[in-house]
């Protein structure tokens, strides 16, 4: 299927303005969309017009308009009513994860907008396939799970759920090329997503680890960024093993494997955490303290990291010779 | 303890001159030291300048080098005699994952060298508690494991084994802050270091969802480049959870963690690939499949892409404000 149509021609639509909410917004905004914005919370637009228009000067500090500020809120409406998503091809959901007000919202949005609209959730919770129940029509139902911030990281994760029509998958697939993305698409409705769910094995392990003394949380995260972090983002997980040789692994699976961590539980410095109700650095209590200072430095540091990486991986595409014959092999397996 | 004496006046050993000892050598000279490299092969030695040579050059691009390097080449003896180990404070062990090898080499070693030496080895497959046995002098023997390539990676994981004295892991851990590391320091000998081990947790998992046909391999090199990629290096496990605010994780913890794979197999595909005997970009064949054009770009793709983030790492500091209030909840816990 060919996409032949811009996508300033391609009303889309957010419901749910909070800080991931606003980010989409501009994530759509600058992929040439116009875009209508429903809070559903009364209140709530004043404080995202501002989100969204301090994003949009992040955006234009790092490059990625062609247009002035203005062209992109010109193509944008915000409203706490859901009739301006009346002519939506996309609805994007980005509201709390609750099953009873995800499925309000869905019933509202079908009130609203065109009889072909297609719903996506932005679920880090809750399959895909337990959500589309709750919608009217849930084979024009999928996940879209975007990374923070939505307009200036490349990941995009497309989630199809068991009673998703392809024909829809494919829409939003070929759609999400337009976005400026790296787009995965997911066949299967994997509980957590693929990097939650690896990142929950991470926690597993390394939570254990710490529980039993044998590292602490700095040495951790200077592993993590250090070595971990010196090839990821050029690498990913196999083609690294691809390029480590690959002799060593499954007699190290053999040994390793069997001696990996199993709790089931909340680890305990998590559970301490939730007792006390820390929010990391929004309160600067976590599992590091932050001065109202030092946690404004870390906000402002990711925002320039976030331009740096984003370009950094652009110098490195994952077809670099444009040949796609090495991935066949990758995609059979 | 402040360590005093300059690296020019500290002479250090490697030996086993492979892909990493010979990269760890050049990250040695570059760090200022006078390196005695010997090669337990014979007819290794060639093939190891040509590689230090080809180390030194990629160092000059990247601005590492304070001298021409011709300078550091004058400080660099390689033989296959371990006489010439015979003033070094320091060798670092870098032959094959063998325990019968490795301890004829520690054996070599002590005979060669002065009494005090201290030895260290880069393992990342046998415990330092049970390699330090092997050696005529435990309390002077722990591990030093660097990352590729070893000059141009900040990772350094020096860690203690049982026998471990507190002064000999004190001494190489005040010395490797002149290396122009972030250097984390493990009082306890964890199989498999932090890295490695989280790792496996995550290929345990993710090699379990590719055998359901849950998600495949370019998918899953992509969502973790583009979306654990665009934090990782800025952030590390735990300042991440603290960023994103610590309120869903133990309920995520408490779904998740009962649903994570326990596998203690080989993976099938590991095990198609041993069966193979594949050697990933090497031979190319592997996860993915690769033309000797494409294996010579993953190369050269990497060598630059290391000079990227080792700068941009850089420009992100651990601890940005100079402050270390704010690390030592993290220490205590």
């Known amino acids: 299927m060919e996409f032949e149509t811009e996508t300033n021609e391609i009303q889309v639509g957010v419901v749910g303005l909070g800080l991931m909410g606003s980010s989409i917004v501009v994530a759509l905004l600058v992929a040439g969309h116009p875009v209508s914005g429903v809070a559903p919370l009364p209140g709530e637009v004043d404080g995202a017009l501002q989100r969204i228009k301090s994003h949009l000067r992040h ?8 247009q002035p500020i203005e062209s992109y809120l010109e193509r944008l409406t915000l409203s706490e009513d859901y009739q301006i998503l009346n002519n939506c091809r996309l609805v994007q959901e980005c509201v709390v994860e609750i099953k009873e007000i995800k499925a309000e919202v869905y019933k509202k949005i079908h009130e609203a907008t065109r009889e072909d609209v297609i719903v996506s959730s932005n679920t880090s919770a809750i399959p895909i396939s337990m959500l589309q129940e709750l919608s009217p029509v849930p084979e024009r139902f999928l996940g879209i799970h975007w990374a923070e911030p939505a307009y200036l990281t490349r990941f995009l994760e497309i989630t199809k759920g068991q009673q998703t029509s392809d024909e829809t998958g494919q829409w939003v697939f070929q759609l999400a090329h337009s976005w400026d993305k790296e787009p995965t698409f997911l066949q299967k409705d994997v509980r957590g997503f693929v990097t939650n769910r690896l990142m929950y094995a991470v926690y597993r392990e390394i939570f254990h ?62 559970q301490t955490i939730a007792d006390e109700r820390a929010r990391g650095i929004q309160d600067g209590k976590g599992l590091f303290t932050y001065s109202g200072e030092e946690a404004k430095h870390w906000e402002e540091a990711f925002a320039a990291f976030n331009k740096d990486i984003f370009r950094l991986a652009e110098k490195y595409p994952s077809r670099p010779l444009s040949d796609k014959s090495e991935i066949q092999q990758g995609d059979d397996k």
């Open 209 to 270: 680890l710490i529980e039993k003394g044998e590292t602490n949380l700095e040495d951790v995260d200077k592993a993590w960024r250090y070595d971990a972090g010196s090839w990821m983002t050029f690498m990913g997980i196999f083609r690294r093993m691809d390029y480590l040789g690959l002799e060593d692994f499954p007699q190290i699976c053999r040994n390793t494997f069997p001696k990996l961590n199993k709790m089931t539980r909340v680890p305990e410095v998590m």
């Open 59 to 66: 955006c234009q500090e790092s490059n990625l308009l062609s």
